[in-house]
């Protein structure tokens, strides 16, 4: 591949993480500026643009662009003001933002800094030197997403860990809240994992937990559905605006499911295979702790495992 088709031929090898086009948002108010821009980097990026601020941050929410080129002189919204927008958007708020102006004083350049972009280009551009800094910041992009999706899969199965459980369920909790919608939660506890262990092997426990987890992910899950492991043989799924009728349902198929796999367990006291145990809790958050909504479910799964495993219990 050569290099007017790829930023990053020469540093990352072929199967790297990193798509071979990033995404690349241009905003400014003149369409020969963007032109100008694109130029550049029309080859080597998927390129949006943009003309207005609302505009701009319209693109950031659709299309989640891995870098922004920004102009800070616009009629509507000004630059400063449609970083600090994005900035402050969790969603978005991890995509940098280079300024693009020839407003380059230094007031104007730290102005721009301290509403949260990465880096100052001054107009008229040189394209090596765009270009080069716009290729340091996308390596830095990839380190850091590469970074925070170590930090949020559990290493043993590849789903999301708990951290990232807490993380989301704190602001599931808040967003449900605002909007007055159910909140659901269900807790799964694999039976007689113990004794499996002692059985099987730990390392065949741990296949079996790789397997039980590759289930879960592979349920049919909506858009904010997040399914975790919560810690040990221990799993928890999340499901905003969500009726506990309805993530019972969900519980069930779960349960059936890891039932249908038949991971042998020759010790267990319950059935002839692996089995789960289910508790399931829902609630329209309040301004009560989010933590009853865990005890909850977990009270569940006790009631559950109490009952004789291999069920469902909400
Ligand atoms: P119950 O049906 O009441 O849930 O019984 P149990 O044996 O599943 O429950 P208990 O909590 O006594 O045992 C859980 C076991 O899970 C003990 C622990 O060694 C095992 N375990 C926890 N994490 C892992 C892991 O990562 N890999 C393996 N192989 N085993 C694990
Ligand atoms: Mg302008
Ligand atoms: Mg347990
Ligand atoms: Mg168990």
């Not at 402050?88 to 933002?97: A, M, N, Q, R, T």
């Not at 949260?116 to 390596?139: C, E, Q």
């Not at 799964?188 to 065949?204: A, P, R, T, W």
């Not at 969500?242 to 969900?250: G, P």
């Amino acid at each position: 591949m050569s290099d007017t088709h790829s930023l990053f031929s020469s540093e990352l090898a072929p199967g790297s993480a990193y798509p071979e086009r990033p995404k690349l948002l241009i905003v400014d108010d003149q369409p020969v500026n963007i032109q100008v821009l694109y130029q550049v980097f029309g080859a080597s990026c998927e390129v949006f643009m943009a003309t207005s601020g609302q505009q701009a941050l319209d693109v950031c929410r659709q299309k989640r662009p891995d870098l922004v080129l920004l102009d800070v002189v616009m009629p509507d919204m000004d630059g400063v003001e449609v970083c600090r927008k994005i900035k402050s958007e969790p969603e978005i708020s991890d995509i940098p933002v280079i300024f693009v102006t020839s407003q380059n004083s230094p007031e104007e350049e730290t102005l721009g800094l301290e509403a949260g972009a990465v880096d100052f280009i001054s107009k008229p551009i040189n394209p090596a030197v765009v270009k080069a800094r716009v290729k340091t910041h996308l390596m830095l992009k990839i380190q850091t997403d590469a970074l925070r999706e170590l930090a949020s899969v559990d290493g043993l199965t590849g789903i999301s860990n708990r951290r990232q459980f807490d993380e989301r369920i704190e602001s599931e909790w808040r967003a449900c809240r605002r909007t007055g919608q159910p909140l659901a939660m269900i807790m799964i506890d694999v039976d007689h994992f113990k004794k499996y262990n002692d059985h099987y092997g730990h390392l065949e426990g741990d296949t079996c937990l790789k397997l039980v987890a590759q289930a879960l992910k592979e349920s049919q899950w909506r858009g904010r559905d997040i399914a975790a492991r919560y810690g040990g043989e221990e799993f928890v799924c999340l499901m905003p605006e969500t009726k506990l009728e309805d993530a019972l349902k969900k519980a069930e198929a779960i349960r059936q499911r890891i039932f249908d796999l038949v991971i042998p367990h020759a010790t267990s006291d319950t059935a002839d295979r692996v089995t789960i145990s289910v508790g399931v809790a829902c609630t329209v958050p309040d301004d009560q702790d989010l933590k009853r909504l865990i005890s909850a479910a977990d009270e569940q799964l006790y009631k559950a495992k109490e009952g004789g495993r291999n069920r469902v219990e909400g």
